[in-house]
């Protein structure tokens, strides 16, 4: 059936680390790949998105690649800052009779100046 | 900007009570959403609507009812309260037919704790 893995967390980083948060999906096809972020407090919000294989989303330093062949769109970004303190999401867009996001668990990440 | 609002952003009910959680969104949009989210689980679909008057089942629908009169407004009803709806509930919106684009525009969220 669709899934989608996510690493656990927390991720615990000082400012300016490498930053990696994996993801994985089961899908019929080659669904389009989402990252939703939420900050404490708030709701959701897209930040960045992938929509075929190859295709690279980036926002805001961070980037993740649409990996067909190992259906993974892992999350990178060369130096987190203590604002990019949140919660991230991984969501494919399933087609399960009706188009859907499917959100993985969610990873949060704690960055320390 | 989009903006989706939510009546509450804490609510306190007891067992049993019928409660009516609101979602308001001045985008147009023509579907909405409501989740659920609960540490280790995620988000979880509801229910969702892609028009007024049309609903469809997410994936735990059990103990929840909605209402879109309006295509700005879609409510979420919990028609006896329990104690393992306990939970953060959050309200999107999203246009319909962008499919490729599929950006969800989430409210805050309400935090309902039922006792």
């Known amino acids: 059936g669709n899934s989608v893995t996510q690493m656990e967390g927390p991720v615990t980083l000082s400012e300016e680390a490498f930053l990696t948060i994996n993801c994985t999906y089961t899908a019929t096809g080659y669904p389009s790949l989402f990252w939703y972020v939420q900050y404490p407090g708030e709701g959701l919000q897209l930040l960045l998105k992938a929509t075929k294989a190859d295709d690279k989303g980036s926002n805001k330093g961070f980037e993740a690649t649409y990996r067909k062949e190992t259906t993974s769109f892992h999350l990178e970004k060369g130096s987190v800052q203590v604002s990019d303190s949140a919660v991230y999401f991984c969501a494919p867009l399933m087609n399960t009779g009706f188009q859907k996001l499917v959100f993985g668990t969610g990873t949060r990440l704690l960055v320390s100046p | 900007d989009v903006k989706v609002t939510q009546s509450s952003r804490y609510l306190v009910k007891r067992t049993g009570e019928k409660v009516f959680l609101e979602c308001v969104q001045d985008?147009?949009?023509?579907?909405m959403f409501w989740y659920r989210q609960d540490p280790g689980l995620g988000l979880r679909l509801i229910y969702f609507?892609?028009?007024?008057?049309?609903?469809e089942k997410g994936d735990i629908p059990e103990g929840y009812s909605v209402s879109r009169e309006k295509k700005e407004r879609f409510s979420l009803i919990l028609e006896s309260a329990s104690t393992n709806q306990t939970s953060m509930y959050l309200c999107a919106s999203s246009f319909h037919l962008a499919v490729l684009s599929y950006e969800q525009y989430f409210g805050p969220g309400t935090r309902l704790t039922v006792t």
């Open positions: 609507s892609y028009d007024v008057k049309m609903k």
């Open positions: 985008m147009d949009h023509e579907n």
